[in-house]
């Protein structure tokens, strides 16, 4: 069967209750989504930021043809392509700390007037053990985080896609987001 | 954490948010109570919702784009603080990744000092710090106004435990701004105010290098910029420092983070684990240089890792994109320092500035001609890493070429015994034709053979290009690929006298079999003395990958595709994965993997093949919107799958790119037609003709399509030119057997077939020649030979068809109807993906008529009449179908308008299902009249 046509039985899937269903879906679109991640990431002029929700939307776009999809089958990809934007991103980071084990290239920012703002290897790579162990008992607010955080969405989308309400979502990205930083800011174990 | 447990923290939190700090404290560990853990841990979280983090910003955002994060903690020297016993703080500077710096007073030696801090993980690991300070020993070599000078490694306390101390490192103070700064608050600069600083920061480098020091991580971070008297002194600082951080051991968890920088600067060979060199540092002065004059990195992206990424995948676009005024001297000099290949960049950063001033002899600037050749040869020396390019007698010769250069390339050979190499020889023929025909747009005398098309078995040296097309030059050659290495050779021959004219022997290393294609070709362009601008050379190189292995599984995969004697698709795109896995940004291979699944769906009707090709194809243009060959695959794919207007438009477009694409055309014309443009399509495939007025396919393109239109007589001329051209393609056999068919020349039609299936036995050829037998009414080596066309291809429905009609006509008439439905699932697949296919849905309703179905056989022909591209063979269909349903009075409109439009009138003839007709007198006269009808349009 085609991507396409994958996707949108397998979203059906989902929609019925197949967990399974969920982690196919995620390669599908792991490919499409970081093609297209690069494919911006080129195009961009530099100083703009990359917009993950325009990055998602067109990958719903060229993978979705299927009007047939409803809307809960979209929040579903939604959420699904923000599990995938996270996985990329880890990704590079997790290859780019075994390139430095490996090859012994270790770079020194020594500009001393500036400090970037982007999240470091390191800590991404962090958030992403953290935000694993967080799944094991609120699996609700680890999703929650990859939408908001990795994904881009916004509380009031991110509400729609989990089916809560926006309250709710406030909520839980508060607490998630505290609790995360905490996990940040503790000194490596 | 339990769930549970976790759902009460949840709530403790979200009450204590809301309330005034101290209230919530008191909060938390009234409603915590004797857990003391979940007090502490909600505390935590109640103090971290308070301050800002890292959640708050989106991990896509550009890292220079971004504001300057605030430091939270207070750095660890506050003013006036002694350090080391001998340095007093000034001030606090900042921070940077190796840890904080300030200005300090040498109180020794009474001047101020640069002092930064080392991370405690750099300076507990002991052998970080003992590497660290052969670094310190090797650039403190370095004395040069241009270079920061290093002076000590020490720590504070200074006479305390090791294990509690604080390393730092003391050098020159510069006051001044960084080039970094400089460039964020101003952006661009004019070449005239770029050139003196470059100047002096390529000092300081030379000089490093002379002494042996890498500086392994120049940016404009690590320039200083000191006004001193009016003008202004740029200092390079932190050399070498970079590779101290290898780390050892078990720091290296927590190093990578902190010391994680820009990569924005790093060479490609860096990138992928080479090691740091001269070149690296020129490379990224380049990439200074670019950002100076630009005001951004040539690979700069929107997110901190993508620039890095792309360096690795492709050459550096010109900086004149950015800033258009830039003199092209400035251009040349940035894009060779920034040369993915290292020995292609400058051999130092000072011969940089000497380009930029127009000091250096460049290779491009045309001179005498042996020095030039000399010239050359020096250049492919530095180019292709272990070179030889032979120079034989011909070097020494002037050689003399024709005005008119009509070149042939014949296939190169494989003299190797690596059993992928034929492919990868037959993909590198076709790339080198492929790029020299881009040439034929720049100078009108100079045409490309389109060589791959014929055969070896016709066309065994240069003198057979020249008696079957008419070429001036030939170049002969062979390809010769061990584990190690990979040695092509190339002959330029005179067809005329099968002189040899040049002769050319290159060798790449296995990995940079790439530059193979490079070479040659611009060797061939410099040995015809073909002119070609900067521009268009990097237009022909665009699309390209930096990975070897890409570039040659896609090689051998475009071989293979293009293979006229019947592409072998399963392979093509198995090399077209491959080519992607190893550069998953690789255009070209995307749309040849398109292209192949496109080309396959035409052959089986799998409308996943449809689907998967078109996202490929697609890939491809959003990858690299400028290439037309990869329009012009969108196009084929667009085509092939029944997307007719997106297909046009796709071969404007590749047209619009590239003039000279006569391929383009000829799907320009076959397009057409599906859509039934028929006098346009026409034209499309008469240009095709006189762009390319000796290519077999030029003439059997058009030759097919009068073929199609019922214009047999047009058509035969034009398919036995095609097989003049090309003897032993089974394809133009096959089509003139068609043609044949059609003229009720059975006999002929068979000798033509029968030397398609011996060429090469194809199902279409199977095919074909089952139909002769069928018309001669032979049912049985009709049913035979289709039932060897349905073995090779089982998912072309006419052939199940024509067997059905075999076995229907003959003595197995049971075993028709078994047939007739295979071939009615097989179309309705087409139609699922094409579902306004005039053509299928005609066929449909054919299929339907034969089964007996009547209903359902005429509401197919209802929607296929309905249609475009209703033809001939269309009308033909219906006449069948309605005679089928028993609707006699249609059928006989439906045969005139068949016959109207050119249908042979001896098809209609011999048509066993159209007895009911042929009973009736009236069928003779319509037959008779419309054949004087049809002659008279000949004339």
């Known amino acids: 069967m085609s991507p396409a046509g994958e996707i949108t039985v397998l979203l059906a899937a989902l929609k019925s209750g197949d967990a399974s269903a969920e982690s196919r879906l995620i390669g599908l679109v792991y490919d499409d989504l970081h093609a297209l991640a690069r494919r911006y990431m080129r195009r961009e002029r530099p100083g703009h930021t990359l917009q993950p929700t325009a990055l998602v939307n067109e990958t719903y776009l060229r993978l979705i043809s299927d009007r047939a999809v409803d809307w809960k089958g979209r929040a579903h990809f939604f959420a699904i392509a923000a599990t995938v934007m996270r996985r990329i991103l880890v990704d590079y980071a997790r290859q780019r700390a075994a390139g430095k084990r490996i090859g012994g290239r270790q770079r020194v920012d020594l500009d001393a007037f500036m400090a970037a703002a982007s999240p470091r290897i390191e800590q991404l790579l962090i958030l992403d053990q953290a935000l694993t162990r967080l799944a094991e008992w609120g699996p609700r607010q680890a999703r929650l985080v990859e939408m908001i955080y990795f994904g881009g969405l916004t509380e009031k989308e991110a509400a729609e896609a989990l089916r809560i309400s926006v309250r709710t979502v406030r909520r839980d990205w508060s607490a998630s987001r505290a609790w995360l930083q905490n996990q940040l800011s503790k000194p490596p174990a | ?939």
């Open chain 2, 1 to 939: 954490m339990t769930p549970e447990r976790w759902q009460r923290v949840l709530e403790v939190f979200d009450s204590a948010r809301g309330r005034p700090p101290t209230e919530a404290a008191d909060f938390v560990r009234a409603e915590c109570g004797q857990d003391a853990e979940m007090c502490s841990e909600v505390l935590r979280m109640v103090a971290e919702h308070a301050r800002g983090g890292m959640l708050d910003h989106s991990p896509w955002d550009d890292p220079t784009a971004a504001a300057a994060a605030p430091a939270c903690d207070q750095p660890v020297f506050p003013p006036g603080q002694l350090v080391s016993g001998r340095y007093r703080i000034v001030r606090f500077l900042g921070r940077g990744g190796m840890g904080e710096v300030y200005e300090a007073e040498d109180l020794e030696l009474k001047e101020h000092v640069a002092l930064k801090t080392l991370l405690p993980a750099i300076a507990s690991d002991g052998r970080m710090i003992a590497r660290f300070k052969r670094e310190i020993q090797l650039s403190r070599k370095v004395s040069h106004p241009n270079v920061c000078r290093v002076f000590d490694l020490a720590r504070h306390p200074a006479d305390g435990p090791a294990s509690d101390a604080t390393v730092f490192l003391t050098m020159e103070f510069l006051p001044g701004e960084t080039l970094s700064a400089r460039l964020r608050r101003e952006g661009r600069m004019p070449a005239a105010e770029a050139l003196p600083i470059l100047s002096q920061m390529a000092e300081g480098l030379d000089a490093a290098h002379r002494a042996g020091v890498i500086h392994r991580d120049f940016k404009p971070a690590n320039v200083m910029l000191v006004p001193s008297e009016g003008v202004t002194r740029a200092v390079v600082t932190d050399f070498g420092l970079a590779r101290s951080f290898a780390p050892s051991g078990e720091t290296t968890a927590t190093l990578t983070g902190t010391l994680m920088g820009t990569l924005d600067y790093m060479a490609p060979e860096l990138l992928s684990g080479g090691a740091a060199t001269v070149a690296s540092d020129v490379y990224a002065f380049g990439t200074v240089a670019y950002e100076m004059v630009t005001g951004a990195r040539p690979f700069a992206g929107g997110a901190p890792l993508g620039g890095a990424y792309l360096r690795l995948k492709g050459p550096a676009p010109s900086p004149r994109t950015r800033a258009p005024d830039l003199d092209e001297k400035w251009e040349r000099a940035i894009l060779r320092a920034l040369d993915p290949n290292p020995e292609r960049r400058f051999a130092k950063p000072g011969h940089f500035i000497q380009a930029l001033k127009g000091e250096a002899p460049s290779v491009t600037v045309p001179l005498p001609k042996v020095t030039r050749r000399r010239l050359i040869a020096v250049a492919v020396a530095a180019a292709v890493l272990m070179v030889c390019a032979l120079a034989w007698q011909a070097w020494r010769r002037s050689i003399r070429l024709p005005t008119i250069k009509t070149i042939a390339v014949l296939p190169l050979r494989n003299v190797g015994n690596a059993t992928d190499s034929q492919a990868f020889c037959e993909g590198l023929t076709e790339s080198l034709i492929g790029r020299l025909s881009q040439l034929e747009r720049f100078d009108d005398h100079f045409s490309v053979v389109p060589t791959v098309e014929f055969n070896s078995r016709t066309i065994r040296n240069a003198a057979d290009t020249r008696r079957a097309f008419g070429a001036t030059l030939a170049i002969t050659g062979s390809v010769e690929r061990t584990a190690e290495r990979t040695r092509m050779a190339l002959n330029l021959i005179d067809p005329a006298t099968s002189r040899q004219l040049d002769a050319y022997v290159l060798v790449a290393p296995e990995d940079r079999s790439t530059a193979l294609l490079e070479q040659s070709f611009d060797h061939i362009v410099k040995t015809l003395r073909l002119t070609l601008s900067s521009a268009s050379r990097r237009e022909i190189a665009a699309g390209g990958t930096s990975s070897a292995a890409a570039f040659q599984f896609c090689q051998q995969g475009i071989g293979l595709l293009r293979r006229r004697d019947g592409p072998q698709l399963d392979d093509a795109i198995t090399l077209f994965q491959k080519a992607l896995r190893e550069d998953s940004g690789y255009a070209l291979a995307f749309a040849g993997l398109g292209e192949a699944y496109a080309t396959k769906f035409t052959a089986t009707k799998e409308p996943e093949l449809a689907r998967q090709a078109r996202l490929n194809g697609e890939h491809a243009v959003a990858l690299n919107d400028s290439l037309a060959s990869v329009h012009l695959a969108l196009g084929i794919i667009d085509s092939r799958t029944g997307r007719l207007s997106d297909a046009l438009n796709e071969f404007q477009r590749t047209i619009k790119l590239d003039p000279a694409s006569f391929y383009s055309y000829h799907w320009l014309g076959r397009t057409l037609d599906s859509m039934g443009r028929t006098e346009e399509a026409e034209q499309a495939y008469l240009a095709v003709l006189s762009m390319r007025p000796s290519y077999w396919l030029a003439h059997n393109g058009l030759g097919a399509f009068y073929y199609q239109h019922g214009q047999f007589d047009k058509a035969e001329p034009l398919l036995r030119k095609a097989i003049d051209l090309a003897p032993d393609n089974q394809i133009t056999h096959t089509n003139l057997g068609g043609v044949y068919l059609a003229k009720g020349l059975y006999d002929a039609a068979e000798e033509e077939l029968k030397k398609s299936v011996a060429t090469k036995e194809t199902y279409i050829g199977d095919s074909n020649l089952g139909s002769a037998y069928l018309m001669n009414q032979r049912y049985e080596e009709a049913a035979a030979v289709l039932e060897k066309a349905v073995k090779l291809n089982p998912n072309d429905p006419r052939v199940w068809r024509n067997l059905g009609d075999a076995y229907r006509f003959g003595r197995r008439p049971a075993e028709a109807p078994p047939c007739f439905r295979k071939a009615i699932d097989l179309v309705e697949r087409q139609l699922s993906v094409d579902p306004a296919n005039t053509e299928a849905l005609a066929n449909l309703a054919l299929y339907w008529a034969k089964l007996g179905d009547r209903s359902r056989a005429l509401a197919a022909l209802g929607r296929a009449l309905a249609g475009a591209g209703v033809n001939a063979n269309t009308h033909f269909n219906a006449c069948i179908v309605l005679v089928l349903a028993g609707k006699t009075p249609s059928a006989w409109e439906e045969v005139r308008k068949a016959l109207d439009a050119g249908f042979s009138p001896e098809l209609v003839r011999k048509e066993p299902e159209l007895a009911p007709l042929r009973k009736d007198p009236r069928f003779l006269s319509l037959l008779n009249g419309d054949r004087q009808v049809h002659e008279g349009e000949k004339k």
